[in-house]
């Protein structure tokens, strides 16, 4: 089975499951190259319904509304599928105008790296991450729904050979920093772990993080893939 495949199918899984029930498709993805250079991570789709209904007036959906694309119902996965998982795909390319993913190729680019892979850590459609996450949990202690989101994202990067992880959201960074480092008092920019660099960062689009700290990531990512390549020369 492809990897989105399975990926996608456990994500409805957990969708068909949820209570309450929800009001919008979980994240699906697309066809997905599991062995790029980089995986960058962000927190959970936003839903923006101006960018959703000004790429939904393509001839390929027939006049179809976001409402009817992604409103979440368990009778009809079937039917809203494809589209759904085709939303997805355009907004990856970089020849469409996304303003998160267009960021994301222009800064894995700077990065030296060719080619990149995008998952979110929660699959929840929220434009707020606020709204997503009180969905999820309190406290920084996420609900059962939350649970499974977070499980299935840790098994995918099993599955995944991509070596060099990127989390571009500092609540996402926060979460798997300290599932994967068991600290929450000491911070790393950094993890080395299970065949996999992690590094940790805050939003690249919206301003979230400055020139000077996006700057230093590229600086600490560089000089670390030029470690590896060094290594795998001697």
Known sequence: MKFEDWYNEKALDIWRNAEPEQELFPGLLPKIKTESEVLIIGINPSHDLDWINQNL???????????????????????????????????????????YFNAIDSFTK??????????????????????????LGKNDVLNDFGERQKELFFEALEKLEIKTVVVTNARASKIIHNEIFKSKKEIKTSIK???KHYFFASMLSGGAMDN??????IREILENKNAVSFESKT
Request: with cysteine; charged share 40%.
């Open 57 to 99: 007036a393509r001839d390929e959906f027939k006049g179809k509304t976001a409402e009817e694309v992604f409103s979440w119902n368990k009778k009809k996965i079937d039917e809203k599928i494809q589209d759904v998982i085709r939303m997805e795909d355009i907004a990856r390319n970089p020849d469409v105008k996304n303003r």
């Open 110 to 135: 700077r990065c030296g790296f060719s080619s990149w892979e995008h998952l979110d850590l929660f699959l929840i459609r929220k434009t707020k991450q606020s709204d997503a996450m009180n969905l």
């Open 193 to 195: 772990h299970n065949g």
């Open 212 to 217: 000077f700290s996006k700057e230093r990531l």
